[in-house]
């Protein structure tokens, strides 16, 4: 087996990780009803890791998912309602997460501490299994810090079910949907932000007619020196709330919320 200097450092880095360190969100949530495994969500390639190349194509949907490996199904979700990624750890026994059509074990929760995001874009045509996401992303909700110094979604909360609400007056149409959660727990070191990421494919319904925005692209939404995926010293470890914290944004445009 090869391993990089980079992998080693890494290793060190995080001590804390168990073999099966790691995860990703293979399963949607809507009113309590836990999907099949990649029945909405674009499958990955290899074993779920963090992804450290914040800039690069794996940031927007994951390994090898800037396309669906194989058709996938679009969830129907009304505008305006929230909708559940579920949390899974690295496959056991399997060399890629694509293989693995296991169900949801709520047993495993996400045991790092970061902020968690909601993103969207809208498909230029009516199939989301052609869709590149090279169109327009926009920020749909964020879980800060309410406190103001410690992040909601946070080890000790044992937290398996990632909640975003879909802004009301989100225009209806077939939307690509990623959710991301950072392992901020490295965050005082340059490049060592744990990104997860994943999409589900959704079609949102209702009558909204906003125009949502600020807009970015992936790739490129994202660098590795931005604050908020590579936080100041101050807000790494608070030793008290602050402002930045509680109203969190992270990086990329600020949260659209209709
Ligand atoms: C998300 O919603 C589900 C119900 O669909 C709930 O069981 C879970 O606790 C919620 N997660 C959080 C972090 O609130
Ligand atoms: C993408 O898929 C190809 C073909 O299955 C594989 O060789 C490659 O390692 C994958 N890339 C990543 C980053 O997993
Ligand atoms: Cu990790």
């Known amino acids: 087996m090869k391993i990089s200097l980079q992998q080693l450092t890494l290793l060190g880095l995080s001590g804390l990780h168990q073999a099966n360190g790691h995860y990703g969100y293979p399963y949607t949530v809507v009113d309590g009803v836990v999907s099949k495994r990649w029945e909405y969500i674009r499958p990955v390639t290899g074993i779920f890791q963090p992804n450290y190349d914040y800039s690069g194509p794996s940031a927007m949907c994951g390994n090898n998912a800037t396309l669906p490996l194989w058709p996938i199904k679009t969830l129907k979700i009304a505008a305006g309602s929230t909708i559940g990624f579920a949390a899974k750890g690295q496959s056991m026994n399997r060399r890629d997460e ?14 790092h501490n ?10 230029p045509g009516d199939d989301l299994n052609e869709y590149k996401g090279d169109g327009d992303w926009f920020k749909i909700d964020v879980k800060g810090a309410s406190d103001g110094i410690h992040w909601d979604y946070r080890s000790e909360e044992r937290i398996n079910i990632m909640n975003f609400t879909i802004p009301a007056a989100t225009p209806p149409g077939k939307y690509l949907l990623r959710a991301e959660h950072l392992n901020m727990e490295n965050g005082g070191s340059y490049r060592t932000t744990e990104m997860y990421q994943n999409c589900a494919h959704v079609e949102i319904t209702g009558s909204g007619t906003g125009t949502p925005g600020p ?18 010293n101050a807000l790494w470890r608070p030793i008290q709330p602050m402002d930045e914290l509680k109203n969190w944004q992270g990086a990329g445009p600020k949260v659209w919320r209709g």
């Open 114 to 123: 970061g902020p968690a995001t909601a993103w969207l874009s809208k498909a």
């Open 215 to 232: 807009v970015t692209h992936f790739p490129g939404a994202f660098n590795a020196k931005d604050p908020g995926i590579w936080l100041p």
């Open 98 to 111: 694509s293989e693995d059509f296991t169900d949801f074990d709520p047993s495993f929760y996400m045991y």
